[in-house]
């Protein structure tokens, strides 16, 4: 540095400034180890050692964001209250990071003791300094070319425990990655990407293990949950999401349907401590668009199963959709509340919004169906039933059924707000789907569809899909999105914010009552958690697929959205 | 927590859908039933736009061996959507990129974006009519198209003509001949919803009328009457319509069977810069 700035007298402050920087960062950097070393000997755990104890007690650190979902009840709740709607006229945009990548960005990052760390699409990884955007390190996994994933190459984000990371990759890997370093510990294979398996999830750490599910009901896979153990990747157990001979549920399946009956399980699960049950949301049963090459009920897809976390054993299961025609994966993330019961008690509560266009509340104790109503308009079920079961209205060959096939909702992440008393979703409204089964026979590897969704208008029309360019050619006529606000104890809506085209974004919202979301059209809005009323928005570009989240450095509050092929980080100013 | 169960709530959308905007403006967007027209273009998963660039390079790169039926290769048949050698969007792409060694399907060294489009066309290519359509002659087409048929009057085409309705400069690569033909024998049940005709009142009164180019939740853009490109803040405007019924007349009101099959020949050659 000194010879450079010989070499260049012209810029002597400049580089005078960064070379007296430099020293002082070197005298700081010893400083803080001998700090570091003594605040390991006095108390643990140390700063970024994520205990399972701290994932438990994620709320109590509202300056992190441990897991995917910001805790074990996946509510997306920020206790943090610094951006409030009396300063959003401040709000402003602290930095970007830009992926190297065209792939969609879906992930939530995490944020430990002011480090961050992203997925950047698709199986990289990247800590960073979360205050300013500075990358200490990058780990990159090329997914091998076996990699099928039925709808783009995405990746949702990590687990922590301890100093460790942990990546699923589309190619079917778990790979543990040590926080500081950067560099993998151990890496185990979960799934057969050739088999049209592959992992696009973000994992969940409960206690000493990692759980994973597979993606692929695409292809005609036989689903699964997994466990590893956190320091070896040693399998611990596996739970199969369709049940072979002999088990329970396996008479909801006829002659060797089950073999390729798909049941995948690809958004991350939630985690109740007290009841020690883990609950995971299963996607559509295969072929996806012929139930008659499956008939039966087929457990347990688009149900939710809850699990012992230890062992993997089921503990209760409810179905949303038996028998499905319409590809409404149940993947969607089990938002967990409690409410006092009328006897002094506590009732343990499941919110649910669902790709088949209804929102249920559970028990979460037993599975039992309390009640639910539908968020956007259907027509394939008139309702449900007592035990919450849909009766079904198939209909006529040709018409169009709604939600279409990508569902009143689907991986956008919700939200439930303790201080509203209302739970959040991102739904397409008036979105159908003409669906056209079709006899098809199983290869490995291959699409097992059965069928395909037929656009129901004519002339040209688009319907949304899974990609967007930058002009809306649907518009009104294939239907739009919106924000809805669902009050629990009714199932009905409390407030709805229409879109002009559909959302998959995910939901965020904060004790000063802000719902942070953004939308397809790449607008990052701000609302009033209470009544839907916009406060604040950017345009920022790019369609936003992954949920918002929050956390705080050095006092001051963040907020981190994902939009196009980058992430912006938003705050208010000094 | 009382337990209820209750039926399903509206299963269509209505003949008039008013949306409140949290602004306080009322939008008033008129839409018709979404009934189901003769054939379908496309199938959802796939980008309007990604299609019509696949159109164009199925038409450069494909034609001459696959035809535009896709049938014309003995054993493969592009329409179906399930091909022998690829099952996934990617295998297809990968396909597409290395051509099938030892026969005659050639390696090509696409880009993302144009397997994207090839990809997006080939997998909707059974919804894109392709039923027969009479076509005429060309050059008596084109008389057509400035002269008695009175196209010219609203669109451009190289340069020449208003821009309030589309250019049609390479209408010919981007659409089929049988999609063409029903764009001219009913304008209004095959006008795209982007194209629909917008009426926009400022608060001043001030009266917009123009196409539509594009929209989102807050905001609207169009071509307006005087060929001007505007972007309308919705927050800004009186009362906001888009209308289903195209403005183009059907051709039969001006052309017999006969000079609609020279229009179309002759907008077939319409294929944009090369």
Known sequence: ?574 | MPKHTQFARITHTGPVISVLLTGGIALLILIGNPSRAVGQDHVGQYEQADIEFGVRLYGANCLRCHAETGDAVAGVDLRSGAYNRASSDRELMELLRTGIPGTAMPPNNFSDSELTGLVSYLRTMRDIDLSAVALGDNTRGSVLFTGKGACATCHRVNGLGPRTAPDLSDIGSIRTAATLQRSLLDPTGSMLPINRPVSATLSDGTVINGRRLNEDTYTIQVIDQDERLRSLDKSELRELSALTESPMPPATELLDTEEIADLLAYLLTLKGLE
């Open chain 1, 1 to 574: 540095m000194t010879a450079l700035s010989t070499e260049h007298p012209d810029q002597p402050s400049t580089l005078g400034s960064t070379h007296f920087n430099h020293r002082e960062r070197i005298v700081m950097t010893r400083q803080t180890l001998i700090t570091m070393l003594l605040a390991g000997l006095l108390s643990t755990p140390a700063a970024g050692q994520v205990t399972f104890e701290r994932l438990l007690n994620a709320d109590q650190e509202p300056q992190n964001w441990l897991t995917y979902s910001g805790g074990y009840s996946s509510n997306r709740h920020t206790t943090l209250d610094q951006i409030h709607p009396g300063n959003l006229d401040q709000l402003e945009l602290a930095w970007i990071f830009q992926a190297n990548s065209l792939e969609a960005f879906q992930a939530t990052p995490l944020v430990v003791d002011g480090i961050m760390y992203l997925t950047e699409p698709v199986n990289n990884v990247v800590a960073l300094d979360a205050k300013r955007g500075n990358v200490f390190w990058k780990y990159e996994h090329t997914p091998s070319a076996e990699a099928r994933p039925c709808c783009g190459a995405v990746n949702r984000g990590l687990a922590i425990l301890d100093q460790t990371l942990f990546l699923a990759t589309i190619d079917g890997h778990l790979i543990a990655i040590d926080a500081v370093a950067g560099k993998p510990l151990w890496k185990t294979t979960v799934a057969d990407p050739a088999a049209g398996y592959a992992l696009t999830l973000a994992p969940l750490v409960i206690k000493d293990k990692v759980i994973v599910g597979v993606a692929g009901g695409e292809y005609g896979i036989r689903g699964y949950i997994d466990a590893y153990d956190a320091n070896t990747g040693e399998q611990a157990w596996r739970f199969y999401t369709i049940p072979g001979p002999g088990d329970p549920g396996h008479e909801t399946w006829e002659n060797d349907a089950w073999m390729t009956g798909g049941a995948s399980a690809w958004l991350t699960g939630s985690y109740d401590p007290d009841l020690d049950l883990t609950y995971w949301g299963i996607g559509n049963p295969g072929p996806d668009l012929n139930p008659a090459q499956r008939p039966g009920d087929n457990l347990y897809s688009d149900s939710v199963v809850a699990l012992d976390p230890d062992t993997g054993e089921l503990e209760w299961h409810f179905q949303f959709t038996p028998n499905d025609p319409y590809d409404y994966d149940s993947v969607q993330i089990p938002v967990l509340m409690d409410v006092p019961d009328n006897r002094g008690g506590t009732l343990r509560l499941m919110l649910w919004a669902n790709r088949n266009g209804f929102f249920y509340v559970l028990d979460r104790e037993t599975g039992r169906f309390l009640n639910g109503d539908n968020f956007v308009p259907v027509n394939w079920a008139s309702g449900l039933d007592d035990n919450g079961r849909p009766v079904q209205t198939p209909q006529p060959p040709g018409a169009t059924t709604f939600p279409g096939i990508q569902g009143g909702t689907n991986w956008y992440s919700p939200s439930y707000s303790p201080q509203t008393g209302l739970f959040y979703v991102s739904a397409w409204e008036a979105y159908g789907s003409v669906f056209e089964p079709q006899d098809q026979e199983y290869q490995v590897g291959r699409t097992f569809m059965g069928g395909r969704p037929a656009n129901p208008f004519g002339a040209g029309a688009n319907v949304p899909g899974l990609r967007r360019g930058h002009v809306n050619t649907w518009t009104e006529a294939a239907g739009g999105g919106a924000v809805i606000a669902i009050d629990p104890r009714t199932s009905q809506q409390r407030w709805r914010l229409p879109m002009s085209d559909v959302t998959s974004s995910g939901i965020l919202t904060s004790a000063s009552n802000l719902l942070f979301t953004g939308n397809r059209e790449g607008y990052f809005h701000i609302l009033d958690a209470e009544t839907g009323n916009i406060l604040w928005r950017k345009a920022l570009g790019g369609m936003i697929a992954n949920g918002p989240m929050s956390y705080m450095v050095d006092d001051k509050q963040y907020i981190a959205v994902a939009a196009g092929h980058s992430m912006f980080v938003f705050a208010l100013p000094h």
